[in-house]
């Protein structure tokens, strides 16, 4: 009886020889009935695990404990601990109350460790997938499904073992399986490897309405080397000026998908195009994420590369014809297609002029011998003719991690119809990096930055034009 005319020691001590520090995380509360002192205690133990959780997380993102290098906890990790009632008190008149609530450490070290083996687990099943996905059967698509998954599951695995970390006394074992930045580096060339080609479609006259008479095909591919593959189940979006009402398609068993617009915007100047790009949402909606989580967004907005665009003309409008003919070759090696007329074909498209595909040219093309000589095999296809050859080497090997790369541009910009020149760029651009690939990557990038805004203006001007 002694023991109930004050407050037990525990409840100010905050510590029971029942439930050594040790062992267990404990939280205490008082109130007016055992039920409010029970709220209590459970809200001060939660204020003390998350304590620890902020700390453990704090320290794994400056590294003190190789924590993971991109990881998110979408939700209160510290709600998934199982806690219960150890210690009841009430005073003889039952107007004091005091409950203390605890956690066993060994208890909740053995669920989380497990839960931590299950995602661990799948994540390495899931990125096994999708390796399989894009070496057995070219599925980009259900590859990069896997892989979002995957980084999931491992983003989860790293939120739990941090808080792991914070409640167990002994550290947990090393991560297996792929590492979070593996993972993101595998989705980033994954997505890099996709192109977004226009089809057909491009270079309609919109009436009145702003309707268009025919589809707007586009086409997505897997280029790996020289190769490129169509890609099946790709979610695509096809956006109009503004962004507003745009159009979700999904890629055939060819790689082509297609949309019609009946409600384009109807302006007075050749600016108006259709953007597509990959479905963010849609993805992210597939692989089971959140599609308002915004380090998943991140990586499509950072890692995809440039979507494909589609020009059309209003009533009353005609717009310039433009047909790019860059040969590029990387430390000795062809490349299918060249990043920097991707890269001026993107601004040229943005401000309304027609793309022509030089895949129109083909017969007249294979008569040349030169590309000297592609001017007079294109003149019946564009107005003006973007041609030339950009390559890059080695040009200096200070040691096995310091190397530089010499880039090199000779492109012309031709009217067609008068053989006028209306620009020569000749420029070399030579970076350092630390192996082969990237010091000629840097050159590249450095040399495309000189050459787009040279070209473009010559690209974009032309004589006054006639209304039909």
């Known amino acids: 009886m002694h023991a109930r005319i004050g407050r037990p ?8 020889r029942s439930y050594p520090p040790a062992r267990y995380i404990v939280g205490v509360g008082e109130g007016i009935s055992l039920e409010a002192a029970e709220k209590e205690a459970r809200a001060d133990l939660s204020t003390v695990l998350d304590q620890k959780y902020d700390a453990a997380l704090s320290q794994a993102k400056k590294g003190k404990h190789n924590g993971p290098a991109w990881f998110e906890v979408g939700t209160d990790p510290v709600q998934s601990l199982d806690s219960r009632v ?3 008190w009430s005073s003889s008149d039952k107007s004091r109350n005091a409950v203390l609530v605890s956690v066993d450490r060994k208890q909740i070290s053995e669920k989380l460790s497990g839960e931590i083996d299950k995602g661990e687990d799948s994540c390495s099943d899931l990125a096994g997938q999708a390796s399989s996905a894009l070496s057995e059967t070219r599925d980009p698509s259900a590859a990069l499904l896997d892989y979002l998954r995957a980084l999931e599951a491992r983003s989860s695995a790293e939120g739990t073992r941090i808080l792991l970390r914070s409640v167990a006394s002994d550290a947990p074992l090393p991560p297996r399986g792929p590492k979070a930045s593996e993972l993101l580096d595998s989705i980033g060339k994954l997505l890099g490897s996709i192109e977004l080609v226009a089809i057909s479609g491009d270079g309609q006259r919109a009436n009145a309405q702003g309707s268009l008479a025919l589809p707007l095909v586009v086409g997505a591919y897997l280029v790996s080397g020289r190769e490129r593959f169509p890609i099946t189940n790709l979610p695509l979006l096809f956006l109009p000026p503004g962004k507003k009402d745009a159009l979700g398609a999904v890629t055939s068993d060819v790689g082509t998908c297609s949309a019609n ?9 050749t600016d108006s ?8 949402d849609e993805i992210l909606s597939q692989a089971g994420i959140d599609k308002a989580e915004k380090h998943y967004r991140a990586i499509f907005e950072h890692k995809s590369s440039a979507g494909a665009h589609l020009a059309y003309l209003s009533p009353g409008q005609t717009a310039r014809r433009v047909m790019i003919l860059i040969e590029e070759s990387h430390l000795g090696r062809r490349v299918a297609h060249s990043g920097l007329g991707s890269s001026l074909g993107r601004k040229l498209a943005e401000r309304g002029l027609l793309l022509i595909d030089p895949r129109v040219a083909t017969d007249d093309l294979a008569q040349t011998e030169t590309l000297a000589e592609a001017p007079e095999a294109t ?16 040009s200096r090997v200070v040691s096995v991690s310091f190397v530089f790369c010499k880039a090199t541009g000779k492109i012309k910009v031709v009217e067609l119809a008068t053989g006028k020149n209306l620009k020569t760029f000749e420029k070399i651009i030579t970076a350092a990096g630390q192996d082969k690939k990237s010091a000629c990557q840097r050159a590249l990038e ?23």
């Open 9 to 16: 020691a525990w409840v100010v001590s905050r510590q029971h």
């Open 86 to 88: 150890a210690v009841r």
């Open 261 to 269: 617009f009946q409600n384009l915007p109807v302006k007075k100047r």
């Open 273 to 280: 195009f259709i953007s597509v790009v990959i479905d963010t």
């Open 379 to 394: 003149k019946n296809h564009a107005d003006v003719l973007v041609y030339g050859s950009v390559t890059s080497e080695i």
């Open 446 to 468: 450095k040399l495309a930055r000189k050459a787009v805004p040279a070209l473009l203006a010559p690209a974009l001007s032309s004589p006054e034009e006639k209304q039909p």
